[in-house]
Structure formats: structure tokens, C-alpha cells
């Protein structure tokens, strides 16, 4: 071979060698076998990048992994592991030092729950996070996405709301974690080490179209559509509703629904955002939902419809912790970040409920 034929075949051999790097760009992602965080894993996979997850498995399981695989083909690494602990957390990154992005999932987060415990998810929530950020810095990772919650509004003044409003005080510990989650990750902004983006999301619903993966809690359900799926099948006896007196339409709350998998791409919008520096500053929100309000009993409803399924309630007393109503004014994420919430009402609980009746095929020797 010729000097110049070596010189372009080692060229292109680069060139092919960057591309095929652009396009698995190494990405973790903690808490991703729960809910939220393997869905985005299937979406990360079918965007090109290469996931990682990190998991304690304490309100997860391990099988999910065999979801994500059978959807996209690719069964990502995953070391499991308890993000409060600073010595498996130092260990980690010592093994793994560099990453393209993290996602961090990771949190404890049923509301009425952190009510009851405090403590526990503060020390959870806010010690994990610490622990992944103080070795991002020494890493010098660049970008993070940061699941955040549209409860850091607490009882908003208005509706609907925008990213402009005022953060206040929060309902309960859990809302609180979000909120000085954000906190600390803005201060650590500051300092120009790190970009990143806190998705303001509202209330996730649905399963992927496979159902394949879906919300799948450990013990009672804290969240309204897993009650009301394992209540039509049968697993549970009735849906409770916390509350009817509220000044709303019909009296119970009244949140914005959004399809997990619409959620999981705002994920990897954001991610590409900051990858490919498009960012305005070093430190952005986005709310995530669909703008619109449904009311618990609405969705009961709805999911009545679509299912053929009449389901036994009653109303019982309000929660403590609950806001009476909330939905996003999502105008800035269509527009700034490119990303629009695709799936209505009926898609969200018509495939939280194929997953519902799918459970027992994917785990026939396990009670869930």
C-alpha cells in the first residue's frame, strides 16, 4: 500500500472512530431500573447513547433489566449499589471515572410517606445527592439532569404554572428535599463546573407500549394508577380517593398526567441540550406535563372506559401533604427545549393497564 493510501485509510478510520464515539456517548443513570429511570434507559438506548444504572433495588427489581433488553436489544451495565454510602459511591467513580452526562433519579418519593418519615427522606434524598455531586466535581463531570417536581410550586397562587413562579413552601419533607435539591445543585453551578437541567415534572403515569417495563412498586402502592390497576384485577379490594370536599370541579384533587415515555424523551432532550452546549445559562428548569388538569375521579373514570373495568372506590379523608390542584404551563419546554407531551388520558391508563395485566407473564414465580 502506498504512503498516501495509509494516510486516508487512517483517516477515515478516525473519522469513523469520532462518529461511532458521538454516537454512544456514555451516560449513568441512577435509580434506573425504577419507574421513570428505565424508561429514559430505553429511550437513552434508542437515541445512541450507552447507559449505565446504578441501584439500590430497594423499591425496584433486578428483572427490569430483561424488559429493557427484550424493547431495545441492549441490556445496559448496571452495578447495584446505595448512593449513601461515600465509600461505594468513591469506589464507583473511581472505577468508572468519566461519563458524558448523569441523570439522577435516585430518591425516595411517595408524599404521604415523607410525612410520616422525615427523617429518613431527608437523609436519603439530600445525602445521596451530595454524595454523587461531590464526586462529579472531583471527576469533573460536566452534565447533569436532575429529576425534579412540580411540588417544589407547593399551592400555587394561580394556574397554570409557569417556571417564572415563585418556589414556596413546601407540603411535605418530600417536597422539600426537591426543593433544596435544586438548591444545592444551582450553588454548585455557580462555581461554572457544571451544567445542568431540573425537570419539573408533574405526575407520571402509563407503561411502555410493549408492556414490557412499567411502575412496578415494592409493597403498597403510594402513587393513584397502580391502585387503580391493581385494584381492577383484582390484587387490591378498592381505591381509596383522599378527599371530595376540595374547590374543584368535582371535589377531588386535580393533577397534570403525564405518558412515562413522553417524560423519559424530555430526559434525553435535556441531555442532548447540554451535550451539544445549547444551553442559555449553566443552570436551567423546564416544567414537564401536559398543561391540562385531570381530577382523581376523572381518571377513574377514564380508566372505567377504556378498560370495561367498573371499579370499587369510596372517599375517604384528605391526605395531609396534598396540594388541592396543579397542571403546568409547558409553552417554555415546547419552545426553549424543543419537547411536547404526545399522549392524552386514555393512552396513559390504557397502557398502565396492558403492563397491569402483563405483570404475572413477565414474573410467574414472584407475588407483586
Not at 318 to 346: C, H, M, P
Request: aromatic share 10%; net charge negative; glycine share 8%.
Amino acid at each position: 500500500m502506498h504512503k498516501c493510501e495509509i494516510r486516508y485509510a487512517s483517516y477515515y478510520t478516525i473519522i469513523f472512530e469520532q462518529n461511532f464515539f458521538y454516537s454512544m456517548q456514555k451516560i449513568l443513570v441512577t435509580g434506573g431500573t425504577g419507574f421513570i429511570g428505565s424508561h429514559t434507559v430505553v429511550a437513552l438506548i434508542e437515541a445512541g447513547f450507552e447507559a449505565t444504572i446504578i441501584d439500590d433495588l430497594s423499591n425496584s427489581r433486578l428483572e427490569v433489566l430483561d424488559g429493557i433488553e427484550k424493547i431495545t436489544g441492549t441490556k445496559p451495565d448496571f452495578y447495584k449499589l446505595n448512593l449513601n454510602s461515600k465509600e461505594e459511591v468513591y469506589d464507583f467513580f473511581n472505577r468508572f471515572p468519566y461519563f458524558d452526562g448523569v441523570i439522577h433519579f435516585a430518591a425516595l418519593k411517595a408524599v404521604g410517606e415523607s410525612v410520616e418519615k422525615p427523617l429518613e427522606y431527608y437523609s436519603n434524598n439530600l445525602g445521596s445527592l451530595i454524595n454523587l455531586l461531590e464526586n462529579i466535581k472531583l471527576k469533573r463531570l460536566k452534565n447533569l439532569v436532575f429529576s425534579s417536581s412540580c411540588t417544589v410550586y407547593g399551592q400555587p397562587d394561580q394556574l397554570p404554572v409557569t417556571e417564572n413562579f415563585p418556589i414556596k413552601k413546601a407540603e411535605s419533607p418530600y417536597g422539600n428535599t426537591k426543593i433544596i435539591s435544586e438548591q444545592i445543585i444551582e450553588d454548585l453551578c455557580k462555581q461554572k463546573k457544571l451544567n445542568s437541567i431540573s425537570l419539573r415534572y408533574f405526575n407520571p403515569i402509563g407503561a411502555h407500549p410493549s408492556a414490557l417495563i412499567g411502575e412496578l412498586p415494592i409493597g403498597p402502592p403510594n402513587n393513584l394508577i397502580p391502585v387503580v390497576t391493581q385494584t381492577a384485577i383484582g390484587k387490591r379490594d378498592k381505591v381509596i380517593v383522599f378527599g371530595d370536599d376540595y374547590p374543584t370541579v368535582d371535589g377531588s384533587c386535580i393533577r397534570d398526567y403525564i405518558h412515562v415515555t413522553d417524560l423519559a424523551n424530555a430526559h434525553v432532550i435535556a441531555l442532548q441540550r447540554m451535550v451539544a452546549g445549547k444551553q442559555r445559562t449553566n443552570y436551567e428548569v423546564f416544567n414537564i406535563g401536559t398543561g391540562t388538569g385531570y381530577s382523581v375521579l376523572n381518571v377513574i373514570n377514564t380508566f372505567e372506559k377504556v378498560s370495561g373495568v367498573k371499579l370499587n372506590y369510596e372517599i375517604g379523608p384528605r391526605r395531609q401533604g396534598d396540594v388541592v390542584q396543579i397542571y403546568a404551563d409547558t409553552s417554555f419546554a415546547n419552545e426553549e427545549l424543543g419537547w411536547k407531551a404526545t399522549e392524552d388520558l386514555e393512552s396513559m391508563v390504557s397502557s398502565a393497564w396492558e403492563w397491569e395485566q402483563n405483570i404475572p407473564k413477565l414474573f410467574p414465580n414472584n407475588s407483586i
